[in-house]
């Protein structure tokens, strides 16, 4: 899926957890999420305090515990 359609499907609420992530992770690493509308940044910011995201983009193993529970 490119990053288009995954936009679109996280818009509509029909990705999933690792799917989100893998989004935002995304689109941190590629600088992206500081461009879009506010709360594309506001949400990369929140994955990143909480530990879910680094800020290179990386999915954390903390996240990965977390979605596998």
């Known amino acids: 899926m ?15 957890d690792m799917q989100t992530l ?10 992206t999420a500081w461009s879009l ?3 594309y940044g506001r949400t990369a910011t929140s994955l990143i305090d909480g530990g879910l995201i680094t800020t290179d983009g ?8 977390i979605i596998n529970q």
């Open 2 to 16: 490119n990053i288009i359609d995954s936009i679109i499907a996280f818009e509509s609420g029909e990705l999933n």
């Open 22 to 31: 893998e989004l935002f992770a995304g689109l941190i690493k590629s600088g």
């Open 37 to 39: 509308q506010g709360s």
């Open 58 to 65: 990386q999915i954390t193993e903390y996240a990965m515990e």
